[in-house]
């Protein structure tokens, strides 16, 4: 390296290190946007209902561990909405016991929380700006654990055996599946934290 100038030596080493760094970026990024989801959602508690979720938005998603928590954030709030709206509509159901009726009600009211938490989080994380990073994600993950709380506690009024068996069912299992998914959102956007971090 003797016929080299230090200005071009650093030049040289300069691109050597980019090459060297852009090959190993290579063989850790996945290769589309799915399989980005896949492996992202290796990290979450429940992956299969993780992927089936999220891999119909990848190419919004492309391979932003953001948008990926975005998404997990927006799929979530979609299913609550949805549940929240089915459990009105029961709860005003001729034939229920008042236990039924009750513990309907409350529901709707924890998921009304829920929902509030939900897109608390999501105007926030779209609002978010480099310097207040830390922050946001912890607003972010207070009220996303604090949806799963509420999302829990709807779910234990359907625990007792005076409820309808069918009606039991249909709300736990709308319940059971809202959860998992917030518990995904949750699992995506500490892994967000992490790499940003």
């Known amino acids: 390296m003797a016929g080299l100038s230090s200005k071009s030596f650093a030049l040289l080493l300069l691109a050597m290190s980019f090459y060297i760094n852009s090959s ?39 391979t932003s561990p953001k948008l990926l928590a975005n998404a997990a954030l927006n799929v979530t709030l979609s299913s609550a909405k949805s549940t929240s709206t089915m459990m009105s509509t029961l709860s005003q ?59 829990s506690t709807c779910g234990d009024g359907f625990a007792g055996n005076a409820m309808n068996g069918n009606l039991k069912t249909t709300v736990r299992g709308r319940i059971v599946n809202i959860a998992q998914l917030t518990s995904n959102a949750l699992a995506l956007i500490n892994n967000y934290a992490l790499l940003h971090g």
Request: charged share 25%; glycine share 4%.
């Open 93 to 151: 159901g001729h034939g229920l016991k008042p236990k039924e009726v009750s513990a309907m009600s409350d529901c709707v009211e924890e998921l009304s929380d829920a929902l509030d938490e939900l897109r608390k989080s999501i105007d926030e994380m779209s609002n978010a700006k480099e310097s207040n990073f830390g922050l946001m994600i912890n607003d972010v993950q207070t009220w996303v654990s604090a949806a799963m709380t509420d999302e």
């Open 24 to 62: 190993f970026a290579a063989r850790i990024t996945p290769h589309s946007s799915t399989e980005f989801i896949r492996k992202s959602c290796t990290a979450t508690t429940y992956p299969k209902l993780c992927y089936t979720s999220l891999s119909i938005h990848s190419s919004a998603i492309q």
